[in-house]
């Protein structure tokens, strides 16, 4: 059994522990009140309420995302709330920022760290700046240091064992929160 199984049947053991000492007493109790009253009129009326609570709902938390000038998005869930930065954001701030200073050489260093923006540049014919050199003399010195190049990202691929243990957990904590909700 790996650690990640073995960490994830402990939690969800966690969870059903919590459900049955927390939850399902307060679902198998009604809450029951009697009352009595006297009218001016004489009559006497007695009233049995019964009433069945739901347990408490998991709500998560509003984030308010309407001011354009962060870099980051929140995520929100029931469980816990995130805050995510956009690092391409970020690079474009500081360029805008060093930019509207004057430092145009600057901004197009710091907009030229991303590959994407390395690549046009190289195909336009105007290379990155590099060691304050522009023009020709930053093509010849992109020549010598290539591996101050940016490299392009790879994106996170799943291979088909991780692929098959996030599906058997999914498919775990699905069952058990079905058997937990019954």
């Given at each position: 059994?790996?650690d ?6 402990i ?8 459900w049955?000492v927390f939850v399902i ?9 009697q009352?009595t009253?006297d009218s001016?009129v004489?009559n ?6 019964k ?5 408490p709902?998991?709500?998560s938390p509003?984030?308010?995302a309407?001011?354009?000038d962060l870099?980051?998005v929140?995520?929100?869930g029931a469980?816990q709330t995130?805050?995510?930065r956009?690092a391409?954001?970020e690079r474009?701030k ?8 004057g430092m145009?050489v600057?901004?197009?260093?710091v907009?030229?760290?991303?590959y ?16 304050g050199?522009?023009g020709t003399?930053?093509e ?6 290539r591996h ?11 291979d ?13 904590s699905?069952i058990?929160l ?5």
């Open positions: 059994m790996t990640r199984l073995r960490n994830n049947l939690a969800g053991l966690i969870v059903f522990a919590f049955c007493p307060v679902m198998a109790d009604p809450i029951v009140t009352s009253s001016t004489t006497t009326t007695t009233t049995t309420t009433v069945k609570t739901n347990p709902s998991a709500i509003s984030i308010n309407s001011n354009s870099c980051t929140g995520v929100s469980v995130q805050i995510n956009d391409n954001c474009l500081i360029a805008k920022i060093l930019y509207d200073m145009k600057a901004a197009v260093s907009m030229c760290q991303d994407r923006t390395f690549d046009a540049m190289m195909k336009a014919g105007t290379p990155c700046p590099i060691q050199k522009i003399e930053a010849e010195l992109w020549k010598d240091n101050e190049i940016p490299k392009q990202e790879n994106l996170k691929t799943m088909r064992g991780e692929f098959i243990n996030t599906l058997a957990n999914g498919i775990i699905v058990l079905a058997i937990l909700v019954i």
